[in-house]
């Protein structure tokens, strides 16, 4: 277990060549244009309302049924309205309009996207309240972190609190907030690791914060130490690009998804599961570190180091 005196682990970039990837590489490139003009306004209205429909448009029901509501959340989309950017789309807006009624049970962070758990009557709402603050609900996340984790399995429990300096920051701090991540390795690379965060305490960008203190920020998280975007360039040698073209980040949000919810339904007591699939950006980042910074097997399977 990884407490708050532990010592942070290297951090290990290298890159690595392989041969073109004719699809990919042209996905990731785009023409520079720029005609300068101005858009009135009634055109940046239009422009708006057109983004926010298409926001619409990739917002998912997994489940529903007279008690609650699980929804794929795309990354850009608020959970619940949100007090700066009153006219932004957000869940709880777009259920309430959807239902007449809908009730939050927990949120997601605006970039990361995957399933969000909402309650359609104040039963179930209460109910489910309770289940997470007995922790008895499950949610586990993927996500792709900076440098190669050593251990296959650790528990970061780390306190955390909110930095006295940087507002909506969150820090280690033996002064805060009981806090408990574990982890497991599902792929490592040469540049990241895949991992997948099993949250069991909730805090306010637990898992972010978790990993910057073991020396392993997200693979994009600004905030927290990792990068603000995610080139093929970075880790695929003899990449050129044709004349006027300029390329296109992979990612350019936190390298974070919410895989999968578990739960006891609040009126039948079944323990439900829900998994969400990975959205294409994430899919893709994934796909490119398997295809351009994969570890050779007979590094892989001797990686586990034990430092106990």
Same mark, same amino acid.
């Given at each position: 277990?990884?407490?708050?005196?532990?010592?942070?682990?290297?951090?290990?970039?290298?890159?690595?060549?392989?041969?073109?990837?004719?699809?990919?590489?042209?996905?990731?490139?785009?023409?520079?244009?720029?005609?300068?003009?101005?858009?009135?306004?009634?055109?940046?209205?239009?422009?708006?309302?057109?983004?926010?429909?298409?926001?619409?448009?990739?917002?998912?029901?997994?489940?529903?049924?007279?008690?609650?509501?699980?929804?794929?959340?795309?990354?850009?989309?608020?959970?619940?309205?949100?007090?700066?950017?009153?006219?932004?789309?957000?869940?709880?807006?777009?259920?309430?309009?959807?239902?007449?009624?809908?009730?939050?049970?927990?949120?997601?962070?605006?970039?990361?996207?995957?399933?969000?758990?909402?309650?359609?009557?104040?039963?179930?709402?209460?109910?489910?309240?309770?289940?997470?603050?007995?922790?008895?609900?499950?949610?586990?996340?993927?996500?792709?972190?900076?440098?190669?984790?050593?251990?296959? =399995? *650790?528990?970061? %429990?780390? !306190?955390?609190?909110?930095?006295? $300096?940087?507002?909506?920051?969150?820090? /280690?701090?033996?002064?805060?907030?009981?806090?408990?991540?574990?982890?497991?390795?599902?792929?490592?690379?040469?540049?990241?690791?895949?991992?997948?965060?099993?949250?069991?305490?909730?805090?306010?960008?637990?898992?972010?914060?978790?990993?910057?203190?073991?020396?392993?920020?997200?693979?994009?998280?600004?905030?927290?130490?990792?990068?603000?975007?995610?080139?093929?360039?970075?880790?695929?040698?003899?990449?050129?690009?044709?004349?006027?073209?300029?390329?296109?980040?992979?990612?350019?949000?936190?390298?974070?998804?919410?895989? =999968? *919810?578990?739960? %006891?339904? !609040?009126?039948?007591?079944?323990? $439900?599961?829900?998994?969400?699939?990975? /959205?294409?950006?994430?899919?893709?980042?994934?796909?490119?570190?398997?295809?351009?910074?994969?570890?050779?097997?007979?590094?892989?399977?001797?990686?586990?180091?034990?430092?106990?």
């Amino acid at each position: 277990m990884l407490k708050m005196s532990d010592t942070k682990e290297s951090v290990r970039h290298q890159r690595k060549d392989s041969s073109f990837f004719d699809v990919l590489h042209f996905l990731q490139c785009r023409t520079s244009e720029n005609s300068g003009r101005r858009l009135a306004p009634s055109e940046n209205s239009l422009k708006n309302k057109h983004r926010i429909n298409m926001k619409k448009s990739t917002i998912k029901i997994i489940f529903e049924d007279d008690d609650i509501v699980v929804v794929s959340k795309p990354a850009g989309v608020f959970t619940i309205p949100d007090r700066y950017k009153v006219d932004a789309l957000n869940l709880y807006g777009y259920l309430t309009e959807k239902y007449g009624e809908i009730f939050t049970v927990h949120r997601l962070d605006k970039e990361t996207d995957g399933l969000v758990l909402f309650a359609k009557n104040a039963d179930a709402h209460r109910n489910l309240n309770q289940q997470f603050q007995d922790h008895t609900v499950s949610k586990k996340y993927h996500v792709v972190i900076s440098g190669m984790l050593a251990k296959d =399995e *650790i528990d970061i %429990d780390i !306190p955390v609190i909110p930095s006295p $300096v940087k507002k909506g920051i969150m820090i /280690p701090s033996v002064r805060g907030k009981a806090s408990l991540t574990k982890v497991k390795i599902l792929e490592r690379f040469k540049a990241a690791t895949l991992i997948e965060c099993d949250l069991v305490t909730g805090r306010h960008h637990q898992i972010r914060v978790h990993c910057s203190a073991i020396g392993h920020p997200l693979l994009i998280d600004e905030q927290y130490g990792g990068g603000t975007e995610f080139m093929l360039s970075s880790i695929k040698r003899k990449f050129n690009l044709k004349k006027h073209q300029v390329e296109k980040p992979i990612m350019t949000r936190v390298s974070m998804h919410a895989n =999968e *919810i578990s739960f %006891d339904h !609040p009126t039948t007591g079944e323990r $439900v599961t829900f998994n969400d699939e990975y /959205p294409k950006d994430f899919r893709v980042l994934v796909q490119v570190l398997k295809k351009y910074s994969a570890v050779p097997d007979y590094i892989a399977d001797n990686y586990d180091y034990d430092f106990d």
